[in-house]
């Protein structure tokens, strides 16, 4: 279906009015910066390319804020370390610290009211449930009795939460996801070969701040309680077995699985399809590649240090071993 050029600056119209505005002042106050302004309005982040004298945009190298420089952008962030001919003379630009993060920031600042807030009517509400302030439940999202939910959240559509589940403050979930479900855990009859389902009757926390992509799942504890930590962001279709623990501010890309029991430290970094077998440990700050393999049992320790490869391990191993495969 075409769609005429009217049409999409309505659309673009309507985006507008679930941003807020500020003052250039108090854009730089966000930023914790102290400088000599002019006042303007600022309305959104957005590429150099489409910036607009209301516009906050970043630049990450010279040849960037080069292009910056030569647009209608209100505010350029530019990183301490560049240098580029007469950029003092620029008012607009604005050095700091990390301009991605900070060019982040400010998207968070002029983010408007993203979701209705409320209880959308088509959602399923079990007894006992409570939800915080400002929470929003979209449409045919399940909440399973006791469960609770903090302020500032936002369900989206079709997400189910199972009883006993608790979320902390600003959570979000994407469409799809399912919390707090049984996990997979079978006790087996030496001769008859029979598995019967061990008790999954613990719970899931998540604590504040995390986000949870689209078709996540996460279940609940077996006898105990499963854990996500503060901060933490995960990506979509990733599952999370029962009685994991995940520390604060980690980050979990799409399609990794995390057997049962196993334990992720803060600040950790897991990239795509990481597999983790049970009882296993990631320590703070380590840094899994895309399709890496933790045995079951094993721990994986070192800030910073990278691992990769089926079974995992560090990265100038792997590509010592990868080396040796290819001459034969």
Known sequence: MAVDAPALEDAAAGRGRDLLMAKRSEVADWLGLSLPTRDGEITAVSSIAAATEHSVVFAM???????ALGSKAGVILAGKSLKIDHVEEDSRVWTVEDPRYAFALVAKHLKG???????HP?????????????????PGVVLGDGVRIGRDCHILARVTIYAGTVLGDRVVVQAGAVLGSTGFGYARHAESGEYVLF???????????????????IDR????????????????????????????NVIIAAQTGISGSSVVEDGAILGGQVGIGEHATVGAGVILGGGAGVLSGKKMRGPGQVFWGRPARPLKEYLRDLARLRKG
Do not use: Y
């Open 61 to 67: 190298d010279a040849a960037a804020l080069a292009d």
């Open 199 to 217: 008790p999954q009757q613990g719970t899931l926390c998540v604590e504040d701040d995390v986000e949870i992509g689209a078709n996540s799942t």
């Open 122 to 138: 088509s959602a399923i509400v079990g007894k006992g449930v409570e939800i915080g302030e400002r929470t929003g439940i979209g």
């Open 221 to 248: 504890g077996a006898l105990g309680e499963t854990r996500i930590g503060r901060g933490t962001k995960i990506d979509n279709l990733v599952h999370i077995g029962h009685n994991c623990v995940i520390g604060k």
């Open 113 to 119: 009211k993203e979701f209705e807030v409320g209880v």
